[in-house]
Every structure is written in structure tokens, then in C-alpha cells.
């Protein structure tokens, strides 16, 4: 899965980064965050039918594997100025989160629970013609 450069601005005073319209290459409709993830605990568990979204670490870091039906990857997120590009039909999980990790998501739409498949046999199916 493609590792996205977040433009940044370095400055003595700290860097800024900037996600921008050219940044990802959908439109963001939605925008949430993980925080307060307990090391042991894990995120995700599903993929999207329709729906791509874009994963920075703002702080600190965790790992997200990644699942296409044929091949698995992980990815360690770590630098707020590199994001994880998930297309649609991903599965994905996201573990091991250190203390104090913050995991933004910008994602191409709104909430839909029918774009969720959250059973991993409905995945199989979904990506197996």
C-alpha cells in the first residue's frame, strides 16, 4: 500500500505539515482519530467496499497490517509527515500502539455501515471473483 509524503514546513520554531485537496486523491468527507488505544487492544478488523481512507500518526506510533485476500503487509506508522493510503476491499487491523499514540483518519465518505464488511468469510467472498 502506498506511503503518502505529507508536504511539511520546516521552521526552527517546528514543522508544519499540511494535508491538502493534492495531498490524497479523494475528496475528504469525513475526518476522526484514534486516541487512548490500550498497547494490547486492537483497531479495525474490517475493510471497505466503497470507501478509501488515509492514516497518519500523529503521535507516537502503531503497526497496521494489511490484507488484500492474497497477500498480507504490514506498515509501522511513526512520523506525523507519512500516511498509509488504504484502498477499497483492504482489509485492516492496527496494533500495537505506544503510549500516547493518536491515529487521524481522513476518510472519502460519510459513516456508512453498509460499506463495512466486518466478518473476515464476507471478505474473502467480497475479494475472491
Same mark, same amino acid.
Given at each position: ?90 482489509? *485492516? ?24 464488511? *466486518? ?5 474473502? *467472498?467480497?475479494?475472491?471473483?
Amino acid at each position: 500500500m502506498p506511503i503518502i509524503e505529507i508536504p511539511k514546513i520546516k521552521d526552527a520554531r517546528g514543522n508544519l505539515a499540511v494535508i491538502e485537496k493534492e495531498t490524497v486523491p479523494f475528496d475528504i468527507k469525513r475526518v476522526y482519530y484514534l486516541f487512548d488505544v490500550p498497547s494490547d487492544a486492537y483497531r479495525g478488523g474490517h475493510a471497505h467496499k466503497e470507501q478509501l481512507e488515509f492514516l497518519v500518526a500523529l503521535s507516537g506510533s502503531f503497526e497496521v497490517i494489511l490484507d488484500n485476500g492474497k497477500t498480507k503487509e504490514k506498515v509501522m506508522l511513526n512520523k506525523p509527515d507519512k500516511g498509509l493510503l488504504i484502498p477499497t476491499g483492504v482489509w *485492516r487491523e492496527l496494533e500495537n500502539f505506544s503510549s500516547g499514540a493518536v491515529c487521524l483518519v481522513l476518510a472519502s465518505d460519510v459513516f456508512d455501515e453498509a460499506d463495512y464488511i *466486518r466478518d473476515y468469510t464476507s471478505f474473502e *467472498r467480497f475479494v475472491t471473483p
